[in-house]
Each structure stands twice: as structure tokens, then as C-alpha cells.
């Protein structure tokens, strides 16, 4: 019987975690890191491994609720989904080397899709735009 109690707990406490929002500031700082060890990476591994963990998180972000521009938000993950796939296979079709535009352009979109969840300035605030 206290196994029974036991299994009904786990599956219910893991279900409970499965559905607590996603933490996007802590996501996106994991997010980062995965994307800086991957630009740093030395060896095809190391690489993979920082790639592979970085799809994951995005993966993850796009669970997150978006209070403002949630479509174009979601686009924007896709995107960077996409550019990190194509310099996992890049990377391990042609070398390190030619993974780098792919990753060059995760770091354009992120500062694109920045933009969109910035706090208002000052004067957006004193006058309302």
C-alpha cells in the first residue's frame, strides 16, 4: 500500500511541475550560456552538446507566457530554433568554422526579439506611447 501512496505522489507532484510556468529570465540566462559555450566550443562535442542543450532551452521558452507580442515572440524562437539547427549541421558536416554565420544570426534575432519585450523608457511612460 505505501508503494502504491508512493507512485501516486510522484506522478502527481511531477505533474504539478510539468505545468509551473517557465521561468523566462532564469531560462534566457541558461539560454545565453548554452549559446556562449557553443560559440566557444574547441572540439565538435563540446559543441554539440552546448547546441543541443541551447535548442532544448529555447524549446523550453516557447512554454513561457508572453504578456506582449506573444505571436511575433514564438516566431522568434523559431527562427533561432532553425539558425541553431542549421550550425549543428553545418558544424558537423563542414567543421566549427562553418557553423559561425549560423550563430552570428542567433545573436542578431536575439537582439531583434529583445527589442520587442524592453521596458518602457521614461518618456513612454510620462506620455503614454
Excluded at 511531477?14 to 531560462?27: H, M, Y
Amino acid at each position: 500500500m505505501k508503494f502504491l501512496v508512493l507512485i501516486f505522489t510522484f506522478v502527481f507532484s511531477t505533474a504539478a511541475i510539468s505545468e509551473q510556468e517557465v521561468d523566462l529570465e532564469v531560462n534566457m540566462k541558461n539560454t545565453g550560456l548554452a549559446y556562449k559555450n557553443a560559440v566557444q566550443s574547441v572540439g565538435i562535442g563540446g559543441f554539440n552538446t552546448a547546441i543541443d542543450k541551447f535548442i532544448t532551452l529555447v524549446e523550453t521558452s516557447k512554454k513561457a507566457t508572453f504578456h506582449k507580442e506573444a505571436q511575433m515572440s514564438l516566431q522568434g524562437l523559431d527562427k533561432v530554433i532553425a539558425q541553431a539547427k542549421l550550425a549543428k549541421k553545418l558544424a558537423n558536416e563542414r567543421g566549427l568554422d562553418a557553423a559561425k554565420p549560423a550563430l552570428k544570426n542567433i545573436d542578431d534575432l536575439r537582439k531583434k526579439y529583445h527589442e520587442l519585450h524592453e521596458p518602457p523608457g521614461f518618456f513612454d511612460l510620462l506620455f503614454g506611447n
